[in-house]
């Protein structure tokens, strides 16, 4: 697995989410963000979790799920490079309504709902 550190300005500022931001918002966004190398099979969050932010995936893949009452998988979609999820159920102050699950070995960036929450007081 890589373990050199990305550039998380330059990542997030290649992104459609945040293309829009200045060079200040892009630093803070980042200080705000933590990156997460998860192996494969590695659950991010499970459905009823609370939401403490969203996730990009900057390599690998993550899969969200959820169990039926009779045990059995649904996957509802398959995250890649370049996607994030979890920005919606962020707004909702509700739990997570599916469980994420690494595919394979993967790094994202976990971005606090603190510091998105900030930025939109600071400009809505």
């Given at each position: 697995?890589l373990s050199?550190?990305?550039?998380?300005?330059?990542?997030?500022?290649?992104?459609?989410?945040?293309?829009?931001?200045?060079?200040?918002?892009?630093?803070?966004?980042?200080?705000?963000?933590?990156?997460?190398?998860?192996?494969?099979?590695?659950?991010?969050?499970?459905?009823?979790?609370?939401?403490?932010?969203?996730?990009?995936?900057?390599?690998?893949?993550?899969?969200?799920?959820?169990?039926t009452p009779?045990?059995?998988?649904?996957?509802?979609?398959?995250?890649?490079?370049?996607?994030?999820?979890?920005?919606?159920?962020?707004?909702?102050?509700?739990?997570?309504?599916?469980?994420?699950?690494?595919?394979?070995?993967?790094?994202?960036?976990?971005?606090?709902?603190?510091?998105?929450?900030?930025?939109?007081?600071?400009?809505?």
């Amino acid at each position: 697995m890589l373990s050199t550190p990305i550039k998380t300005q330059a990542f997030l500022r290649n992104l459609p989410l945040f293309r829009e931001l200045a060079e200040e918002e892009i630093d803070r966004v980042a200080a705000g963000s933590k990156e997460l190398r998860v192996r494969r099979s590695d659950v991010l969050f499970q459905k009823g979790d609370p939401s403490r932010g969203f996730h990009i995936v900057v390599y690998g893949q993550v899969k969200l799920l959820f169990v039926t009452p009779q045990g059995d998988e649904k996957v509802i979609e398959i995250m890649g490079p370049g996607q994030s999820f979890g920005e919606a159920i962020m707004f909702t102050d509700k739990p997570y309504p599916v469980t994420a699950q690494a595919l394979v070995d993967s790094m994202l960036l976990h971005v606090s709902r603190d510091v998105v929450f900030d930025e939109i007081d600071r400009d809505p």
